[in-house]
């Protein structure tokens, strides 16, 4: 009986020892229990984090996600107008799956490493710089109504700002017009109000 009892405590700690070895084996193989390290902010993120904007002019959304990435639902997309060698052109911009940073005493959005080509005909990484912030800065708590008064206080406004491609040192201002390599280029301004939906 005691041989019994000693030979079932051996195998029991056989037993735990194996599967701790196969589960160490295993985890040493897994990518998300390898890569688990806490993720990057980027700037002051208290004001996007995992928010949802809807834009005004439609049905789409635009979703900050964790990771200071923009989400990949109902299609974000900005159309931005620029002139480009004296004729007016147009950029769609797709926001999915974009890395973005907030800059709160700014008040400013950057949309981060952007392709884009039109300062020389091939992608080139650019920053797009947004002001982003409460379309009413004030007054919305003396609404009486208090739905108004809502909308009012999650009504906000993104607005194009400058464009800045850091490889080649160069930066379009809004409504300024910037000389490059023989091309001459304008962006013009572009708004979007959206609304905080959580």
Request: charged letters at 25%; a negative charge; one cysteine or more.
């Amino acid at each position: 009986m005691k041989r019994l009892h000693s030979t079932t405590i051996y195998l029991s700690i056989l037993l735990m020892g194996m599967l701790t070895t196969s589960c160490e084996r295993e985890f040493d193989h897994d990518a998300d229990f390898t890569l688990n390290e806490p993720a990057k902010v980027f700037g002051d993120n208290t004001l996007l984090f995992t928010k949802i904007f809807q834009f005004e002019n439609g049905g789409a959304y635009l979703w900050f996600d964790i990771r200071n990435e923009i989400a990949n639902f109902s299609s974000p997309f900005l159309g931005h107008t620029f002139q480009l060698n004296g004729v007016d052109r147009y950029k769609r911009i797709d926001l999915r799956g974009r890395l973005y940073e907030y800059n709160e005493n700014k008040g400013e959005l950057t949309i981060l490493n952007y392709p884009l080509d039109i300062a020389t005909g091939e992608d080139l990484p650019a920053d797009i710089v947004y002001s982003f912030g409460r379309k009413q800065k004030e007054g919305c708590e003396l609404i009486a109504d208090a739905g108004q008064r809502g909308r009012c206080e999650r009504a906000f406004t993104l607005q194009l700002e400058r464009v800045v491609f850091k490889d080649i040192g160069l930066t379009l201002e809004v409504n300024t017009e910037s000389n490059y390599n023989g091309r001459t280029l304008t962006m013009y301004t572009m708004s979007e109000d959206l609304l905080l939906k959580n």
